[in-house]
């Protein structure tokens, strides 16, 4: 039973557009959110997170929102670059556990130029 | 960068021998990981340690084996290695609250 939930597998976006990552999760336990970006033969590599206190949390063009009661998180990213075209993580941990990390399967987006 | 290292970074290997992936850190983190990743199923994890000689399972941890004799290396063994062994292997470290950081993965084929 996935915790985790990237229902799109992939998306595209013109270059300079927006760019919307969405992500579901079940376990409500869960109480701090990562998105991570990785690029092939690469490790992931982490971009933003929220605690479940927030709703909202920004760093230059992404903006990661949080909706608790619908157990729903988003990634935005404005504007959208070609270098932004990775697979994207949404992953999720409790801080009452050992805080590992439960992955979604991941968004591959691509930026065209 | 976060300092961990991954050992090695690519291997073939036969059916049914052992095989030891190795993770490094100078970081001092108390927490390790290991995932492994393959299409369609994103990240996936197999074993983590919070701390020398503690550990425990992840949601794939059949077949695999882990150890941590000491805070910076979290040793990955395919007890026999098989064909649905074939994937990329990720170690990452995480202090506490902080989310975890990941190595740059290692390339396992089984034939």
């Known amino acids: 039973d996935q915790q985790v939930k990237q229902n799109s597998p992939s998306l595209s976006v013109q270059e300079g557009r927006i760019s919307i990552l969405n992500c579901d999760y079940t376990n409500s336990m869960f109480d701090y959110f990562l998105w991570y970006k990785k690029y092939p033969a690469e490790g992931p590599t982490f971009l933003i997170s929220i605690s479940s206190i927030k709703d909202k949390n920004e760093d230059g063009r992404f903006t990661v929102f949080l909706n608790k009661s619908a157990k729903h998180l988003s990634l935005h990213i404005v504007p959208s670059q070609p270098g932004d075209s990775a697979v994207y993580f949404c992953a999720a941990f409790s801080g009452a556990g050992s805080y590992q990390l439960t992955f979604g399967k991941g968004t591959k987006l691509s930026v065209i130029p | 960068d976060a300092g961990i290292t991954q050992s090695p970074r690519h291997k073939v290997t036969e059916t049914g021998t052992p095989v030891t992936l190795r993770c490094h850190q100078t970081e001092n983190h108390r927490y390790m990981y290991w995932y492994r990743q393959d299409p369609g199923h994103g990240l996936r994890l197999i074993h983590y340690s919070y701390g020398v000689k503690d550990t425990d399972k992840g949601e794939v941890s059949d077949g695999y084996s882990v150890s941590r004799s000491k805070t910076e290396d979290f040793l990955l063994t395919l007890e026999s290695a098989t064909s649905s062994q074939t994937s990329v292997y990720f170690c990452?470290?995480?202090?506490?609250?902080?989310?975890?950081?990941f190595g740059q993965g290692t390339r396992l084929t089984v034939v």
């Open positions: 990452a470290i995480s202090g506490q609250g902080s989310g975890a950081f």
